[in-house]
């Protein structure tokens, strides 16, 4: 029933396009390895983050 | 200012304080002149709201807030709308006006801040809706910008009165069919950016959070030249993915399309002094 992002370290390069299409606050944090991490109890599963991703590292999924 | 512990927890209560109060004073902006291409890294000055998933106006109430030249010195005045659902959750003083009146309540808040903090720089910033700054609140709207107040207008136009089932506003798009305007609007868009330049604003932008960067530069120079010169308007197009009946996941490309067919047009205007001015700033930046 519930939807989050997941995201796929490998094809990640830090770009951040994720983060400034989320429309929620802290859910996608920059980590110091230059890798996005999601915080899938607080996402709402809207999908921006990967429709924005241009190298397909998010994808949204079942938690 | 200094950069003194604006934000502390008073000794003995570390513990008892909420993780996220706990966050905001470890990893908080204040301060720090931080911006959009920091985001991620640091605690948001906006916690989880309850607006829907894929809410433009969310996405651009977040960036706003990261943009905020000094968040410290800034107070906010927001009306009834979707947004003022986010506003408990911001970590800023706000105010909660009447609906349409958020113009008039910042007025007398920028007037009293002035003489309650003689010598420090206090920017009043207005956010709300485009059925508050455009339909039922366009009058205190218009008389703040003729009495020059020094005060930023941020409107966030989803088009449609999301709120209370999508009843048309005076920005829905011509021919619109909502929810509660099942004829479709009669008219066009209510040109405000116009409106704003010809009634005393010294800068007008019209932008989206689809280019972030261009969104953060132009709420900067509308704060900052609100400090000195003027009253200044920033309107923001963030389409609204429940009324409009889209996924959710395409909001983002919503904005680029209407772009591109012309619905939607990015513009700035601003009077020769805030030109001179924005140019004084940015060579000073470097």
Same mark, same amino acid.
């Given at each position: 029933m519930y939807v989050a992002a997941k995201v796929d370290e490998e094809k990640c390069n830090g770009c951040k396009l994720c983060i400034w299409a989320?429309?929620?606050?802290?859910v996608i944090l920059y980590k110091p390895t230059k890798k996005i991490a999601v915080n899938q109890s607080r996402c709402k599963g809207c999908g921006l983050c990967a429709a924005a991703c241009k190298r397909g590292a998010l994808e949204i999924d079942a938690v | 200012m200094s950069k003194r512990n604006l934000c502390q927890i008073s000794p003995g209560f570390e513990e008892i304080m909420p993780a996220e109060y706990r966050d905001l004073v470890e990893r908080? %902006?204040?301060?720090?002149?931080?911006g959009v291409a920091e985001m991620g890294s640091f605690k948001e000055?906006?916690?989880?709201? %309850?607006? *829907?998933?894929? *809410?433009g106006l969310a996405l651009s109430m977040r960036l706003i807030l990261v943009s905020l030249p000094s968040p410290e010195d800034t107070v906010v005045v927001g009306s009834t709308g979707c947004s003022a659902l986010a506003f408990p959750q911001v970590a800023l003083h706000n105010i909660h006006s009447l609906f349409g009146n958020q113009n008039a309540v910042a007025s007398g808040l920028k007037r009293a801040l002035a003489l309650r903090f003689p010598g420090r720089v206090k920017d009043v910033v207005v956010i709300a809706g485009d059925g508050a700054t455009c339909d039922i609140g366009l009058d205190s709207v218009l008389h703040s910008w003729f009495r020059g107040e020094k005060i930023t207008t941020i409107m966030l136009d989803n088009e449609a009165y999301a709120n209370t089932g999508g009843q048309e506003s005076g920005m829905t798009q011509r021919g619109t069919v909502l929810n509660m305007a %099942?004829?479709?609007?009669k008219f066009g868009k209510v040109a405000v950016p116009e409106i704003a330049r010809e009634s005393g604003c010294v800068y007008v932008a019209v932008t989206s959070p689809a280019k972030p960067k261009n969104m953060e530069k132009a709420v900067r120079r509308a704060v900052l030249l609100a400090r000195d010169l003027g009253p200044t308007y920033v309107q923001l197009l963030c389409p609204c993915p429940t009324n409009y009946?889209?996924? %959710?996941?395409e909001t983002l490309d919503r904005i680029r399309d209407q772009e591109k067919q012309g619905h939607f047009r990015p513009r700035e205007y601003y009077t020769p002094e805030a030109e001179a001015f924005i140019r004084q700033l940015e060579e000073a930046k470097g």
């Open positions: 989320c429309p929620d606050p802290n | 908080g %902006p204040y301060g720090k002149g931080w000055l906006i916690e989880e709201h %309850p607006l *829907c998933a894929g *809410c %099942p004829k479709g609007k009946k889209f996924k %959710p996941n």
